[in-house]
């Protein structure tokens, strides 16, 4: 069974206490429009996430998958350009419930490495996977555009800008020798 529906007020917290009950194998599907969420330190986003989530019911809890987007503003590292890189969220977890739903008693988990956990009023929380796939998402070295030509060495303006010139007498009389080789 496949059923949509969409996270209330834009979050990214979603009752899942009917599907808990469900069958094993019963799928929903959610669709996902968040605001920007407000991120530690300077990361910044200038997009809402975006998407599609599929919940699958299983023996033990769900199966969460999900392809979402947004983006962040970061900088040209050659031409110091503000721009926005587009993020894309892989999610593929399982998520266990904290409480039985039957039983109303705390589920225990064996020693696994610390899986994603619903509420004890079976939530799904994706606001901390979600922050954490942006923040691993962050470039180390983003660029404008793959043949940025960066800034002038000389005067600083930025090289895709336009030609410019520099005379030929500011250069270092020790270095005189090297002038040969410049076209």
Do not use: Y
């Amino acid at each position: 069974m496949k059923e949509r529906q969409s996270g209330a007020d834009g979050d990214l917290i979603f009752n899942v206490s009917g599907l808990l009950g469900d069958p094993a194998g019963t799928v929903r599907e959610l669709q996902i429009s968040a605001p920007p969420l407000d991120l530690e330190g300077e990361l910044v986003q200038t997009a809402g996430v975006t998407g599609t989530v599929q919940l699958m019911r299983t023996n033990r809890g769900l199966v969460v998958r999900g392809r979402l987007r947004t983006a962040i503003a970061q900088e040209c590292s050659r031409c110091l350009r503000p721009i926005e890189w587009p993020v894309l969220i892989e999610l593929d977890e399982e998520a266990l419930p904290a409480i039985d739903i039957h039983t109303g008693k705390p589920v225990e988990v064996e020693d696994e490495d610390e899986p994603l956990r619903l509420t004890d009023h079976h939530e799904l929380d994706l606001e901390g996977e979600v922050r954490d796939a942006i923040s691993l998402a962050e470039p180390i070295a983003p660029l404008c555009r793959e043949d940025c030509p960066g800034l002038c060495l000389v005067c600083g303006l930025e090289l895709g800008s336009g030609p410019h010139d520099h005379p030929d007498e500011d250069i270092d009389p020790r270095l005189e020798g090297l002038r040969k080789f410049v076209d």
